[in-house]
């Protein structure tokens, strides 16, 4: 299994609070991606980073915020927590980006969050 | 509106039966993966499909590249409880380094 580990696995917060997930990778890989897991919805993507302090926007990035100052750790900010921020958190690792094909996207264990 | 749609979104069939998932896009994409997703973990690689009109074969699973690259079809022989999961198609772009994911399929496999 690949080494990530995402923290906290639970969490439930009040509505109006600042949230930040972790995500760390024992791979050394460049990718990073923040994605979220509604039912309907499959995974869509928040943030990626293709590399340290590298970061791009994914399809629902309003109200979050990323950084990576290290490989190993790409943080998820929820700068002011909302109930349509609840949902399941998934972290993604890659050796390449996905443009270069056969690159296979590693996931962690997921982060269930609660906004209430 | 997401860039890949999957249908159909929740499939309930007998042990033995036979299944097919569509991921469809009006996009282009450079390869397509397929994901299973069990309760409570993260999603894992099936396969990958990069050439327009690819076939690939994983035991009883069958998986296929639409010719022009915007779709893609998992089909499923006779159906057993341990196929029970969520199936995720993924695209690469052309351009950047994202993974897409689709809306996802639900396959529920009744003994």
């Known amino acids: 299994d690949a080494g990530i580990t995402q923290s906290p696995r639970h969490k439930v917060t009040e509505t109006g609070t600042p949230v930040t997930l972790r995500c760390h990778q024992t791979e050394n890989h460049r990718y990073m991606y923040w994605y979220r897991q509604d039912p309907g919805h499959g995974l869509r993507l928040i943030h990626y980073s293709y590399g340290v302090k590298d970061t791009d926007k994914g399809e629902v990035s309003d109200g979050y915020s990323v950084s990576r100052s290290k490989t190993e750790d790409f943080l998820l900010t929820l700068e002011s927590a909302t109930s349509s921020q609840t949902s399941v958190y998934f972290c993604a690792i890659s050796k390449q980006g996905g443009r270069v094909m056969n690159t296979e996207a590693f996931f962690g264990q997921g982060t269930r969050l609660t906004v209430v | 509106t997401q860039l890949l749609e999957q249908s159909p979104q929740f499939l309930s069939i007998q042990e033995g039966e036979n299944l097919t998932v569509y991921c469809n896009s009006s996009s282009v994409f450079s390869s397509l993966q397929w994901y299973r997703q069990e309760p409570g973990e993260g999603p894992v690689l099936l396969v990958t499909v990069v050439t327009g009109g690819e076939v690939k074969k994983l035991k009883r699973l069958t998986f296929q590249f639409g010719d022009a690259r915007k779709d893609s079809s998992l089909h499923i022989t006779a159906a057993q409880p341990g196929d029970t999961g969520l199936y995720l198609c993924?695209?690469?772009?052309?351009?950047?380094?994202?993974?897409?994911f689709g809306t996802g399929t639900s396959l529920t496999v009744i003994p």
């Open positions: 993924a695209g690469s772009p052309l351009t950047g380094n994202q993974f897409y």
